[in-house]
């Protein structure tokens, strides 16, 4: 089991900056791809941003490209995500997420975790 628990949030004024960790237990992140999700009040949950754990790729959403960084430190078990020049849009609670697929004889074996949140508020 890994256990995620999410910090750095906040409330910020609009062109503001965050940085949220998510720092893990239980076990090493080591195979797992992480990421972040967020979800607004009234909408479901959306794709922030990944690091794949092949090649340490990153991926982000449209939304938020060339505003986000996401990282991670794996001799911390952590990952953070850098939040610059933040919009009303980017209120929500921030969840953190590692996930890992495991190929067996008997098929996939998919891991899935998720922090309990960390609240974002952005104001104009």
């Known amino acids: 089991q890994v256990q995620l628990v999410e910090s750095g949030g906040g409330l910020v004024q609009v062109g503001g900056s965050l940085r949220l960790s998510c720092a893990a237990s239980?076990?090493?992140?080591?195979?797992?791809?992480l990421g972040w999700y967020r979800q607004a009040a009234g909408k479901e949950r959306e794709f922030v941003a990944v690091v794949r754990w092949t090649g340490g790729s990153v991926y982000y959403a449209e939304s938020v490209r060339g505003r986000f960084t996401i990282s991670r430190d794996m001799a911390k078990n952590t990952i953070s995500l850098q939040m610059n020049s933040l919009k009303p849009e980017d209120t929500a609670i921030y969840y953190c997420?590692?996930?890992?697929?495991?190929?067996?004889?008997?098929?996939?074996?998919?891991?899935?975790?998720w922090g309990q949140g960390t609240q974002v508020a952005v104001s104009s």
């Open positions: 239980g076990r090493s992140l080591n195979y797992y791809d």
């Open positions: 997420h590692a996930e890992r697929t495991q190929y067996t004889m008997q098929g996939p074996d998919r891991s899935e975790y």
